[in-house]
Structures are given as C-alpha cells and as structure tokens.
C-alpha cells in the first residue's frame, strides 16, 4: 500500500490542474492543502513533515513548481517513509529567497523538466537532477507544465508516478 502526497507549489492550482486532478483520486491528498500567496518555506516544510509522519505507510511525494523545493528542504532535515518524489519544474530562485540543498535525495525521484519553463532553465533542471540523484525527463517546450500551458489532465505524469511505485 502507498499514500500519494500533492505538494503544491507556491499558489492555488488553477481549476482542472493536473495537481487538483491528483488530488481528488483515492489515495492521494495535498499536503498540505493548497495555500495562497506567500510562499513560507518554514511553514510548508512543516506542513510536510506533519503530513509524512501522519503514518508508516510509504508515500510517494508529488510535487510541482516551489513544492520541490519544499520537498528538497524537507529531505534535508527529516527523514519519514517516503518512497520516492516526482518533481516537476522546479523553479530556480535566488539563494537570498530560498538556500535550496543540492545534496543527492535520500530516495529515489524523477524530475520533470520543460525547455520553454518561464521560471528556469535546461540547464538549471539538469544540474538540479544531477544533484539531486534524480532521473531526468525532457517533457519538451511544455513551459510550466500547469493548466495555463494545457495540462490539466496529464496521463504521461500519473506514468511517472505508477513508475516510482515500482508499477
């Protein structure tokens, strides 16, 4: 059995996102609910670990945009049962706004990147990816891979999780 965390990222997902779509299956739940503006890396941090250490069941983290760097931020200082980590678009900020850790992830992940992201770049994704220890998936000039750019279905990332649960 596995549980599926949503982490959102720094705002509400728009109606239909792939985010919300996740959400609302059985088995998955946001974590934690989607907040508005800002984004507090300390309280979301803390809204994941509570979320993790609800159980011992295995969680896979979902997450999207700032989420991932909730997901690093957490990975650096707490430890649960988590299985893996889909991240996707991970955004590159300045390290004065957040101090994102780029030491390798302590499971196993794959990390989403686009060519056309307006909020990174190719490069930052693959070095993200290579310091992480994640794999690295080329979605193409997808920009940030939310419903603005049209995916608010998006089958090729419930593959990616089914594949970080060893389906």
């Given at each position: ?8 990222g ?33 309280e979301?941090v ?16 979902v ?6 760097l ?8 707490h ?8 991240l ?53 000039d997808v ?25």
């Amino acid at each position: 059995m596995t549980r599926y965390l949503v982490v959102p990222g720094r705002g509400i997902p728009l109606p239909g996102h792939w985010m919300g779509r996740l959400a609302e299956q059985p088995g998955y739940r946001w974590a934690p609910e989607p907040p508005g503006p800002p984004y507090v890396p300390a309280e979301r941090v803390e809204a994941l670990r509570a979320a993790v250490d609800t159980d011992e069941t295995p969680a896979i983290l979902v997450a999207h945009s700032a989420g991932c760097l909730t997901v690093a931020l957490w990975a650096a200082r707490h430890s649960g049962p988590v299985r893996g980590a889909l991240l996707v678009t991970p955004p590159d900020v300045p390290p004065e706004w957040i101090d994102v850790p780029r030491a390798p992830l302590p499971f196993p992940s794959i990390l989403v990147a686009s060519r056309t992201d307006p909020y990174s770049t190719m490069e930052h994704f693959q070095a993200l990816a290579g310091d992480w220890g994640s794999d690295l998936v080329d979605a193409g000039d997808v920009g940030h891979l939310d419903s603005a750019t049209g995916f608010g279905p998006w089958p090729d990332g419930e593959r990616l999780v089914a594949r970080l649960d060893g389906h």
